[in-house]
């Protein structure tokens, strides 16, 4: 006879660490202060040289004084402190209530360095608060790009964030003192390399959680017995000291010098509003168990969140700064997505703006061991773009944008092609394969969109009264294409149970405002695709219908029979919720015996 209890008992376990593990990955989950504050701290480990350095960079290379560049590296932390912690908050439209990590990029290096030659911190100031109010509107009509800025765009940008980052990384490997040993910066990396890929490899889920701070420790004491570490540092930092003030009061001249930058800083603005998008997607989706469909809002709410912030950045008189891809990379590696490690994340870089000793701990690490960490990161993300791309449903076309996107992108970076060219075009940025193979991808989206077939509108009273003229939309869409009556019902079920469904969740909702309904129908590789863009709901319709599937959720949602006959009918329904519509597309794939018509 077999013996279950011991299966039993070990299910049960499982299923209990399962339920731990959804539960810590949750953006609302309530774990401990203590472990908030270390999973911050290694956060802010990564992404805070970068801040500094780049800052430093820019400053100098403009020859400003030593009081402007001080002033200027503690606004720019002190500002990415302010943005995380809003964009964990998520203030009203501002914010997504996830961890999101932010940093000054360093695309906008030449393009700052130019406004503080051209002008100094002043017309800085003015240009990045005017960069700050565009990333606004386009946070306020994002649901006008959406055509745009897909899963395919949005993943290949993640794809090529490690192309970008990690030759400027794989330099830091020599990055050691004149005289060190030959096997320092080698054993320094393999140390910290090994330690962190074991531990997450193999250790228990608590030890996993710090495995990237292990793996600093371990890498950094290997360094300091050849003497890379940069104990100096330290000892000549204060404990505590803000430097004096250098608010620069804003260029309102608008003289040659801000017109003539404006068209960059603008581009600049498009480049880390597409990265935020990227980043947030990317959140969104290593935040949670299990498939869910991304949440615009959110992604509004990022972007708003970075505008926020490159508001307070331009007032202060320092250079932009946008998403970083840091956070996404510790949600992955310990399965922890609660929007309190953002919060204590945002805390940790205001207070170590203040505390110049605890940040120069930080920055004293060496070279090699921060390349060899930043090498881990960026395999997540690389991965993590792949799973946006793919999620999406990757057909030939969407496969062609990624892979070519990605090649362009990882070519221009590489200085492989027609580097004379590029390095004199548009200053330069170009030479940065996230912004080469992002338009690239970009550029063939917008194609395929201009290209696609005619689209037949009709516009409506978003209210029951609007399903006969559906009715009758539907039917001569269906007779212009070719199609038989069997297809023609079919689109007709799927529109009404679509338009029910809506109207349902907008009858829950609070807001009684009269809507109005565009519904939007055109044929795509012999399919019949019903685009509704309508009002606002909470309740995402495409996470809905897949619970459908789930034993734990039918009792809640058997009643739903208007969900049930959607899923019937339609081969897909994608729901896109931003703060001012909802837009449900609906792929609806004739019958076999009513498959012709025009192709």
């Given at each position: 006879?077999?013996?279950?209890?011991?299966?039993?008992?070990?299910?049960?376990?499982?299923?209990?660490?399962?339920?731990?593990?959804?539960?810590?990955?949750?953006?609302?989950?309530?774990?401990?202060?203590?472990?908030?504050?270390?999973?911050?701290?290694?956060?802010?480990?990564?992404?805070?040289?970068?801040?500094?350095?780049?800052?430093?960079?820019?400053?100098?290379?403009?020859?400003?004084?030593?009081?402007?560049?001080?002033?200027?590296?503690?606004?720019?932390?002190?500002?990415?402190?302010?943005?995380?912690?809003?964009?964990?908050?998520?203030?009203?439209?501002?914010?997504?209530?996830?961890?999101?990590?932010?940093?000054?990029?360093?695309?906008?290096?030449?393009?700052?360095?130019?406004?503080?030659?051209?002008?100094?911190?002043?017309?800085?100031?003015?240009?990045?608060?005017?960069?700050?109010?565009?990333?606004?509107?386009?946070?306020?009509?994002?649901?006008?790009?959406?055509?745009?800025?897909?899963?395919?765009?949005?993943?290949?940008?993640?794809?090529?964030?490690?192309?970008?980052?990690?030759?400027?990384?794989?330099?830091?490997?020599?990055?050691?003192?004149?005289?060190?040993?030959?096997?320092?910066?080698?054993?320094?990396?393999?140390?910290?390399?090994?330690?962190?890929?074991?531990?997450?490899?193999?250790?228990?889920?608590?030890?996993?959680?710090?495995?990237?701070?292990?793996?600093?420790?371990?890498?950094?004491?290997?360094?300091?017995?050849?003497?890379?570490?940069?104990?100096?540092?330290?000892?000549?930092?204060?404990?505590?000291?803000?430097?004096a003030a250098e608010l620069p009061a804003p260029d309102l001249d608008f003289g040659p010098a801000f017109w003539a930058l404006l068209p960059a800083f603008l581009f600049i603005g498009l480049v880390l509003t597409v990265q935020t998008v990227s980043g947030a997607v990317a959140t969104q989706h290593v935040s949670r168990a299990g498939p869910r469909a991304v949440d615009f809002r959110a992604v509004q709410g990022a972007v708003a969140g970075d505008a926020a912030g490159n508001l307070l950045s331009g007032l202060a008189g320092t250079m932009p700064l946008g998403y970083r891809p840091t956070g996404v990379t510790m949600i992955e590696i310990t399965g922890i997505g609660a929007r309190r490690v953002g919060v204590a994340l945002g805390a940790a870089l205001i207070a170590l703006a203040v505390l110049p000793k605890a940040l120069a701990v930080i920055l004293a690490i060496p070279g090699p061991v921060a390349a060899a960490f930043i090498t881990i990161t960026m395999a997540s993300i690389f991965v993590t773009g792949m799973r946006v791309v793919v999620r999406d449903g990757l057909d030939y076309r969407k496969g062609?944008?990624?892979?070519?996107?990605?090649?362009?992108?990882?070519?221009?970076?590489?200085?492989?092609?027609?580097?004379?060219?590029?390095?004199?075009?548009?200053?330069?940025?170009?030479?940065?394969?996230?912004?080469?193979?992002?338009?690239?991808?970009?550029?063939?989206?917008?194609?395929?969109?201009?290209?696609?077939?005619?689209?037949?509108?009709?516009?409506?009273?978003?209210?029951?009264?609007?399903?006969?003229?559906?009715?009758?939309?539907?039917?001569?869409?269906?007779?212009?294409?070719?199609?038989?009556?069997?297809?023609?019902?079919?689109?007709?079920?799927?529109?009404?149970?679509?338009?029910?469904?809506?109207?349902?969740?907008?009858?829950?909702?609070?807001?009684?405002?009269?809507?109005?309904?565009?519904?939007?129908?055109?044929?795509?590789?012999?399919?019949?695709?019903?685009?509704?863009?309508?009002?606002?709901?909470?309740?995402?319709?495409?996470?809905?219908?897949?619970?459908?599937?789930?034993?734990?959720?039918?009792?809640?949602?058997?009643?739903?029979?208007?969900?049930?006959?959607?899923?019937?009918?339609?081969?897909?329904?994608?729901?896109?919720?931003?703060?001012?519509?909802?837009?449900?597309?609906?792929?609806?794939?004739?019958?076999?015996?009513?498959?012709?018509?025009?192709?």
């Amino acid at each position: 006879m077999t013996d279950t209890s011991a299966d039993t008992s070990a299910g049960t376990s499982a299923d209990i660490s399962g339920r731990d593990s959804a539960d810590r990955l949750h953006p609302d989950a309530k774990i401990p202060a203590p472990l908030a504050a270390g999973l911050a701290l290694q956060i802010a480990a990564l992404a805070l040289p970068g801040t500094v350095v780049i800052a430093t960079v820019t400053f100098r290379a403009a020859g400003q004084a030593e009081s402007v560049l001080l002033w200027a590296v503690f606004a720019s932390v002190a500002a990415c402190g302010a943005a995380s912690l809003l964009q964990a908050f998520r203030a009203g439209r501002f914010g997504t209530g996830y961890t999101i990590a932010i940093g000054t990029p360093g695309a906008a290096i030449a393009v700052s360095a130019a406004a503080l030659a051209a002008g100094g911190p002043a017309l800085l100031a003015t240009l990045v608060v005017c960069l700050a109010l565009f990333q606004l509107a386009f946070s306020v009509r994002l649901s006008l790009f959406r055509r745009v800025l897909t899963p395919t765009v949005t993943g290949t940008v993640m794809m090529l964030t490690p192309v970008t980052v990690m030759p400027v990384m794989f330099e830091q490997l020599q990055n050691v003192p004149a005289g060190a040993p030959p096997l320092a910066a080698p054993l320094s990396a393999a140390a910290t390399l090994i330690v962190i890929v074991g531990l997450v490899l193999k250790a228990r889920r608590g030890l996993r959680l710090w495995a990237p701070a292990v793996g600093i420790v371990a890498g950094s004491a290997v360094a300091a017995l050849y003497g890379l570490y940069d104990f100096a540092r330290i000892e000549r930092a204060p404990w505590i000291g803000i430097p004096a003030a250098e608010l620069p009061a804003p260029d309102l001249d608008f003289g040659p010098a801000f017109w003539a930058l404006l068209p960059a800083f603008l581009f600049i603005g498009l480049v880390l509003t597409v990265q935020t998008v990227s980043g947030a997607v990317a959140t969104q989706h290593v935040s949670r168990a299990g498939p869910r469909a991304v949440d615009f809002r959110a992604v509004q709410g990022a972007v708003a969140g970075d505008a926020a912030g490159n508001l307070l950045s331009g007032l202060a008189g320092t250079m932009p700064l946008g998403y970083r891809p840091t956070g996404v990379t510790m949600i992955e590696i310990t399965g922890i997505g609660a929007r309190r490690v953002g919060v204590a994340l945002g805390a940790a870089l205001i207070a170590l703006a203040v505390l110049p000793k605890a940040l120069a701990v930080i920055l004293a690490i060496p070279g090699p061991v921060a390349a060899a960490f930043i090498t881990i990161t960026m395999a997540s993300i690389f991965v993590t773009g792949m799973r946006v791309v793919v999620r999406d449903g990757l057909d030939y076309r969407k496969g062609l944008i990624a892979g070519l996107g990605f090649w362009i992108g990882a070519g221009f970076q590489s200085g492989a092609v027609f580097p004379q060219l590029v390095s004199d075009f548009a200053g330069g940025l170009l030479q940065n394969g996230m912004i080469a193979g992002g338009l690239a991808a970009t550029a063939m989206t917008l194609f395929v969109e201009l290209t696609k077939p005619r689209r037949s509108r009709i516009e409506l009273p978003f209210e029951p009264s609007a399903l006969r003229e559906i009715r009758t939309f539907v039917m001569a869409f269906a007779a212009r294409n070719g199609w038989g009556p069997a297809m023609a019902e079919r689109l007709d079920a799927a529109s009404e149970e679509t338009m029910l469904t809506l109207l349902h969740r907008d009858e829950a909702g609070d807001d009684a405002a009269p809507r109005r309904l565009l519904l939007v129908a055109r044929r795509e590789d012999g399919a019949a695709v019903l685009e509704f863009v309508a009002s606002k709901g909470e309740a995402n319709l495409q996470d809905r219908i897949a619970l459908l599937g789930e034993a734990g959720a039918a009792d809640s949602i058997e009643r739903e029979v208007s969900l049930r006959l959607l899923r019937h009918l339609a081969s897909s329904v994608r729901h896109q919720q931003y703060r001012d519509m909802d837009i449900v597309t609906v792929r609806v794939d004739p019958p076999a015996a009513d498959s012709g018509g025009r192709s």
